[in-house]
């Protein structure tokens, strides 16, 4: 159990366009969905918190207005890379969190491999 | 601030035993998680403390020490799989995820 999916696997898109990942809990309801980027041969680094139906909140640093995040559902999580530059390329990787109880475990998507031309 | 501690990178022998520790300083505490991060790959979960001591999970423990601030992650009988970056992370107080840098391993034969 616990399985969420991402979706593109992978992306390469022209400089200046948005690209849309997604997000899914495909065997439970994941209150809140947490985005990472992940350079080569560097940690995670976290880029935003969403908790469904409400706004995310983004790590500092990180431009709002340039990745959007919508948790519109206890099952889908978006992150839409606005205008997109190369500096943007980067593996980007979703987590969800059931929530409730004593065990707080981030169950994690395989990751998004965005590369910006 | 809040701060997670780990080497940066270790090298083992195929078959022997490894030790990755982990020094954290947090706002409140709610446990600590060990992730496996394959290169190219999403961190897979390892292992979950929140009481003091050790808790075995067939080849891989994980210990706890909360007034230390310690953990480590031990590996035994390494296997070549085992190359991976090893991930360890602290729950805080609004049992938000503090990550450590990761820790590299690398096995040789």
């Known amino acids: 159990g616990a399985v969420v999916s991402q979706h593109p696997s992978w992306v390469i898109c022209k400089s200046g366009t948005s690209v849309k990942i997604e997000c899914r809990s495909l065997d439970f309801q994941a209150t809140t969905m947490f985005w990472y980027r992940q350079f080569p041969k560097q940690s995670l680094m976290l880029m935003a918190t969403s908790n469904e139906g409400s706004k995310a909140t983004y790590e500092q640093g990180v431009e709002k207005d340039k990745f959007l995040i919508n948790h519109a559902s206890l099952t889908l999580s978006t992150l839409t890379v606005t205008s997109a530059h190369p500096e943007d390329s980067s593996f980007y990787i979703c987590s969800a969190r059931a929530g409730g109880g004593d065990f707080y475990e981030q169950y994690f998507g395989p990751g998004t491999r965005l590369t910006v031309t | 601030g809040q701060n997670i501690d780990q080497p940066t990178e270790m090298t083992a022998t195929e078959g022997a035993i490894v030790q990755i520790n982990c020094t954290y300083q947090?706002?409140?505490?709610?446990?600590l998680f060990w992730y496996q991060q394959h290169a190219g790959e999403a961190p897979t979960f390892l292992s979950y403390n929140v009481l003091d001591g050790l808790e075995e999970k067939g080849r891989f423990s994980s210990f706890l020490s909360r007034s230390k601030g310690y953990s480590y992650l031990l590996l035994k009988e390494l296997q070549m799989k085992d190359s991976a970056s090893y991930l360890c992370?602290?729950?805080?107080?609004?049992?938000?995820?503090?990550w450590g840098a990761g820790t590299k391993l690398i096995i040789k034969p």
């Open positions: 947090t706002s409140g505490f709610n446990g």
């Open positions: 992370a602290a729950l805080d107080s609004n049992y938000q995820l503090i």
